[in-house]
């Protein structure tokens, strides 16, 4: 246990502060060793915080939010307080790994050795590096390699060495300037077990070594990795495996210093040798107590010897030390792709230099709920000290400033309890405590003030969207309201999730995935109304509507009284500018017209666009549908608003089902509109008509539905891959790739299922193997049968969807909205 006078001490000094997330795939270890280091040394170590905590936090064993815990580490009488961040893994949740890696400048990123890495953790690097997160890796489950006593262990160090390279390829291949990658030579690499407790970095052999053989630590340290080898004839090292004196074969110095003790341990206890057990304690120093050694058997006995010999904690914590840098380090490097403003200001400045008494700049990177139901913001103070009761303004990712001076202060001390303060540092990740939730969004900025210009943090681009959802009702009609409270406490801790109320009376709650809706469902059934029974329905796949070719005609719309006209045609967007609008590498919001105009024409090879004519993107969220002005010169400007509204209004409830439209391009032709205002009957007519027009385009443009494709990893044994692919393909997905992993009798397979099938894929999957696992992205929206209308597939699905919203039992024609001109 620290005393809090000490901790209060520790985080003004910037220099010893570190931030860290824990990262990678789902299932590699990473809640494993996060407990295991809080339990050693977190500030409150009694050891019995994290499992109480875990109810809230975990389903069937996956963590669902954020884990923090704040750790006390002292080496070298250097006194360390580390901020640690367990995070999920699974896919569905990313924005939350990517809201941890924000207020964080390191992490520990943890594969599996024996599977080795893969698609889960490469998606997880790209993030890493543009939040300029410095990464050091852990490779996990070392244990798994030993259960074998023919184990060759050039064959464990080569799968080692790939993970190493692997890792680092992904690394090189996103980041452009910065130099992330990990080598086990300069310590940024650790191995072990974590189920087990054990690990090592090659510096935990390198100082027993060079004492015994009396070497400089630093030159025997760049020999126990790579092509090195110790010839015992000639008392040489050398890059060749083999003997210049006899001939023989060396073993790589990887495998004989390290390696190799190890297996020699396991070995000796498996084979209840303990004799030659104690000889080695002797040799290696591990000082294990008769008595232990009489009470313990088999693996629990090679746990206690490996512990004691390669302490885990000792190993990740001294590695994350070491090797992440303090924020005031890196917050240098950071403030780039941090601050919006220029790099000249004196916010600029502050957060480079993480000067404590620059102007305030917290931002706020989550919300977390605690299980009393209240929420907390979480974030990093870049620049600048907090004081309890000082005001401070608040910017909201709308750009509303709230301000306010009610609120506490506090140092997370894990999930569940926190410690309150007065003041607090830069550099340091808090938790504001008592905010109004009419302040909260998900991500905000908090300063002391606000400048000449309203500059802020940049907001998080969120990496995952939501697609899936469930209708979600109260048991008892009475329990409405209730249900209205806790959705809107949902919606603004949750990054992602999307909650709408539909005209029928429906309320929708959109997720990520499948585990995501889990996720949601949980919290608000446990946290926020814990008294309300509510109905849950089945999935519901959202379609789009599109279009697959340009309108047949010019469509026109009459207003009622014939006097104005409005002239229409559609067109599919083109892909690749609704592709990047839709993965964020293209955003219009971004851009002034101008520089919109003219990014379309170099990039996308448009023509010289008239830049006024484009008007609008929509929806807001995700803008992939476009309306092009009209280039007729006559004045538009009294009428426009009323254009743009309808177009917002179509692309939300399409002709053809009441469903969004996705990557349409509608382009405005001629509008006459009677000069006289008196006989045009005001404006009244201008959003009618033109949402005819409109229609009228969309059903001439050979109409059709789109399904969303999910990006899926599957990981199965090789005995049933065949049975697998034909699964998929039955499934209508198709392979992509796969990766053999060398060492378990695993295949990793990359495939694109249609997120309708993936329902009923995952249960049949199940069928073939329970060793099976498999978690799915969004990918794309992919054109599911032919032209509405003509094509039964397609048509089906929109009668279907028609059916159950109530519309009327046929799909409209354009002529229904044409008016002949
Ligand atoms: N054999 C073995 N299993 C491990 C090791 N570390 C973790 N596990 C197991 O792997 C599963 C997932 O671990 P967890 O820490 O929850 O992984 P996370 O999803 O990355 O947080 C659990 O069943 C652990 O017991 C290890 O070093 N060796
Ligand atoms: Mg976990």
């Known amino acids: 246990m620290v005393s809090n006078e000490k901790i209060k001490k520790v985080i003004t000094i910037s220099e010893n502060i570190r931030n860290i997330s824990i990262v990678g795939q789902i299932n590699n270890g990473k809640t494993s060793i996060f407990k295991r280091l809080v339990k050693k040394a977190g500030v409150v170590n009694d050891g019995t915080v994290v499992e109480e905590d875990k109810l809230n936090s975990e389903i069937n064993e996956i963590t669902t939010k954020l884990q923090f815990n704040s750790i006390f580490f002292t080496e ?109 030579k300069n310590g940024s690499v650790a191995f072990g077990s974590a189920l087990d407790g054990w690990a090592f970095r090659l510096d935990s052999f390198a100082n027993r070594y060079s004492q015994k053989h009396n070497i400089p630590k630093q030159s025997l340290l760049k020999r126990l990795w790579g092509n090195n080898y110790y010839d015992d004839t000639t008392k040489k090292w050398t890059s060749d495996p083999i003997s210049s004196a006899n001939g023989s074969k060396l073993e790589r110095s990887f495998c004989q210093f390290i390696l190799r003790p190890i297996y020699q341990i396991i070995r000796a206890i498996m084979d209840d040798d303990m004799v030659k057990l104690k000889q080695i304690n002797e040799s290696l120093n591990i000082k294990i107590s008769d008595q ?69 700049v917290i931002f706020i990177s989550t919300l977390s709920v605690n299980s009393f139901g209240q929420i907390n913001a979480i974030g990093r103070i870049f620049s600048g000290t907090i004081k309890k009761s000082e005001k401070i303004a608040i910017i909201n990712r709308k750009n509303e400033v709230f301000t306010t001076d009610k609120y506490g202060i506090n140092l997370i001390i894990n999930n569940d309890s926190n410690m309150e303060i007065d003041e607090c540092t830069s550099g340091n990740i808090v938790c504001l405590s008592g905010l109004k939730s009419s302040c909260l969004s998900n991500s905000f900025t908090a300063t002391s003030g606000l400048g000449k210009s309203r500059n802020i943090i940049r907001y998080i681009k969120l990496p995952t969207y939501p697609i899936l959802s469930k209708s979600i009702s109260p048991n008892s009609p009475n329990d409405l309201p209730a249900l209205m409270e806790g959705l809107k406490k949902l919606a603004v801790i949750d990054q992602v999730a999307n909650i709408s109320f539909e005209e029928t009376g429906e309320i929708l709650v959109c997720g990520t995935g499948q585990f995501h809706l889990n996720v949601l469902f949980k919290v608000l059934k446990e946290i926020f109304i814990p008294s309300v029974d509510i109905n849950i329905s089945d999935l519901i796949i959202p379609y789009r509507e599109s279009v697959s070719q340009e309108s047949s005609l010019v469509c026109c719309a009459k207003s009622p009284n014939k006097h104005s006209r409005v002239y229409m045609k559609a067109q599919p967007l083109q892909i690749d500018v609704a592709v990047d609008i839709q993965v964020g590498s293209l955003d219009p919001s971004k851009y002034s017209q101008k520089e919109f105009s003219d990014k379309l024409c170099k990039d996308y090879g448009w023509e010289k666009l008239d830049i006024k004519n484009i008007w609008a993107f929509g929806p807001e969220d995700l803008n992939t549908n476009l309306f092009m002005g009209s280039i007729q010169p006559m004045d538009l400007q009294d009428i426009k608003d009323g254009l743009i509204q309808a177009f917002n209004w179509v692309i939300k409830e399409g002709p053809i089902c009441g469903n969004k439209l996705w990557g349409v391009r509608f382009n405005l032709g001629d509008v006459y509109k009677n000069q006289v205002p008196i006989v045009r009957g005001g404006y009244s007519f201008v959003i009618p008509t033109t949402r005819r027009a409109l229609y009228a385009s969309q059903l001439s443009a050979s109409p059709v539905l789109l399904e969303p494709i999910y990006n899926s990893q599957i990981n199965v044994p090789h005995a049933i891959s065949q049975d697998v692919f034909n699964l998929v393909k039955r499934k209508r997905g198709s392979i992509i790739t796969e990766y053999p ?68 039992p046929t799909i409209p024609l354009y002529t229904e909205y044409h008016d002949k001109p």
């Not at 790994?97 to 953790?121: H, K, M, P």
């Not at 009489?294 to 010897?305: C, Q």
């Open 76 to 184: 070298l009488s250097k006194e360390y307080y580390i901020n640690l961040i367990d995070t999920p893994g699974h896919l569905d949740l990313k924005a939350q790994v990517v809201a941890g890696l924000r207020i964080t400048d390191g992490s520990l990123f943890v594969v599996d050795g024996f599977e080795g890495f893969s698609f889960g953790g490469e998606s997880i690097v790209r993030p890493l590096i543009s939040e300029n997160n410095k990464p050091t890796l852990f490779i996990n489950k070392l244990d798994h390699f030993f259960i074998d006593p023919q184990i060759e262990l050039e064959q464990v160090y080569l799968a080692l060495d790939k993970s190493v390279d692997l890792f680092n390829v992904n690394i090189e291949c996103s980041a452009f300037s910065t130099d992330f990658s990990v080598d086990p």
């Open 741 to 808: 992993s060398r060492n378990s009798q695993k295949s990793s397979v990359i495939i694109q299922l249609p997120v309708i099938e993936s329902v009923g894929f995952e249960n049949e999957l199940k069928q073939l193997s329970d060793k099976t696992f498999n978690q799915h992205i969004f990918s794309h929206w992919s054109q599911i049968g032919g032209v509405v209308g003509i094509d039964d597939i397609s048509t089906n699905i929109a009668m279907n969807i028609r059916t159950k919203k109530g519309l009327p």
């Open 292 to 360: 232990q050694l009489e009470v313990l058997k088999g693996k629990e006995l090679v746990k206690e010897v490996l512990c004691l010999f390669l302490p885990l904690e000792e190993t990740v914590l001294s590695m994350m030390a070491n090797n992440i840098p303090s924020p005031l380090y890196a917050q240098k490097y950071r403030v780039n792709g941090l601050y919006e403003g220029s790099m000249d200001d004196e916010y600029a400045k502050s957060i480079s230099f993480c000067n404590r008494d620059g102007p305030l």
